[in-house]
Nanobody, 126 residues
Framework: VQLQASGGGLVQAGGSLRLSCAAS????????IGWFRQAPGKEREFVSA????????YYVESVEDRFTISRDNAKYTVYLQMNSLKPEDTAVYYC????????????????????WGQGTLVTVSS
């Protein structure tokens, strides 16, 4: 299983970016996918997650109403649309896939995620 995160870049505050997480391997459509981020000097933080069937989505409170997660199982891709970006959103963003199919655990906990992408840097200037 490989995960490839892309779409990061430099944007001014108030701008938008769309991150993509493209997965290889089998049975993508039975695993929950999450986005996490890590800012310099800070711990890894949960951002958002989507259930394997796309029916459930979760967000950290600080991005609710600004970020939207979605998935296209036919394309083996998960997206994170980020609007109204703030300087505090600056971080390396990682997508991850849970190790256990069909979810059921706490999607905001990084421990169930056994596969991680390489990260994509998002920089928001003020």
């Amino acid at each position: 299983v490989q995960l490839q995160a892309s779409g990061g870049g430099l944007v001014q505050a108030g701008g938008s970016l769309r991150l993509s997480c493209a997965a290889s391997g089998r049975a993508f459509n039975i695993y929950d996918i999450g986005w996490f981020r890590q800012a310099p000097g800070k711990e890894r933080e949960f951002v958002s997650a989507v259930s394997w069937d796309g029916r459930k989505t979760y967000y950290v409170e600080s991005v609710e109403d600004r970020f939207t997660i979605s998935r296209d199982n036919a394309k083996y891709t998960v997206y994170l649309q980020m609007n109204s970006l703030k300087p505090e959103d600056t971080a390396v963003y990682y997508c991850a896939r849970e190790s256990t199919p069909l979810g059921g655990g706490d999607m905001s906990d990084f421990r169930p995620y056994g596969y991680w992408g390489q990260g994509t840097l998002v920089t928001v200037s003020s």
